[in-house]
């Protein structure tokens, strides 16, 4: 059971946006930075979003994020078949003192 | 470019203490502008996080996972290490080494970049 939740999975068609949600409470999402990770299995995770809404240096303006309250949402734009992979939000807890993940969606380019 | 590289058995067996450790290039450990922490994947499931470490030895870990846990700094080597002991089947899993952004006294920025991971399985 991940402390933030995410749906377990997304689609949509190239060209598409989506749109991926991450809930959490006032502890976490509510009080600190929220990040996103791209994971295509058998790779190193790549991080893609962080500070709510930044983009690393690499990462296309077509991932965006934001944060409101206590949820976040990743988007994606222009949406391509190399972007199928899972995702994953995470935030401080400051209450646990620790890093907290969603359970990670799965993008499908249908 | 900075680059993790995660070492370490493949195999261990049950209620055995795991050494993992992870070589940074391209960045100075001791440098203070960053934590290091450790991230595991089980089989088929989420990321889990087991805890940073800063430069000077201060820690943070998993709540789950604290009384198992270890984390090291070797300066010198520009390395850190995870020491997880009494370990199980649900230990089985990808180890990630990874750099940490963050702001505060602790708290995450990101998690850039990360090491491709080492797996360990926990059978006898």
């Known amino acids: 059971q991940s402390v933030l939740t995410q749906p377990p999975s997304v689609s949509a068609a190239p060209g598409q946006r989506v749109t991926i949600s991450c809930s959490g409470s006032?502890?976490?999402?509510?009080?600190?930075?929220v990040s996103w990770y791209q994971h295509f299995p058998g790779t190193a995770p790549k991080l893609v979003i962080y500070d709510n809404y930044k983009r690393p240096s690499g990462i296309p303006d077509r991932f965006s994020g934001s944060k409101s309250g206590t949820s976040a949402t990743l988007a994606i734009t222009g949406l391509q078949t190399g972007d199928e992979a899972d995702f994953y939000c995470?935030?401080?807890?400051?209450?646990?003192?620790?890093?907290?993940f969603g359970g990670g969606t799965k993008l499908t380019v249908l | 470019q900075v680059h993790l590289q995660e070492s370490g058995p493949g195999l261990a067996k049950p209620s055995e203490t795991l050494s993992l450790t992870c070589t940074v290039s391209?960045?100075?450990?001791?440098?203070?502008?960053?934590?290091w922490s450790w991230i595991r994947q089980p089989p088929g499931k989420g990321l889990e996080w087991i805890g940073n470490i800063y430069y000077r030895g201060n820690t943070f870990y998993s709540p789950s996972l604290k009384s198992r846990v270890i984390m090291s700094i070797d300066a010198s080597g520009n390395q850190f290490s995870l020491t997880l002991t009494s370990l199980t089947a649900a230990d089985t899993a990808l180890y990630y080494c990874?750099?940490?952004?963050?702001?505060?006294?602790?708290?995450?920025?990101?998690?850039?970049?990360w090491g491709q991971g080492t797996l360990v399985t926990v059978s006898s």
């Open positions: 391209g960045d100075s450990i001791s440098s203070g502008d960053y934590f």
């Open positions: 990874a750099r940490v952004k963050y702001y505060g006294t602790g708290a995450l920025r990101g998690l850039d970049p």
């Open positions: 995470g935030t401080w807890d400051t209450s646990l003192l620790s890093v907290v």
């Open positions: 006032t502890s976490n999402i509510g009080d600190n930075y």
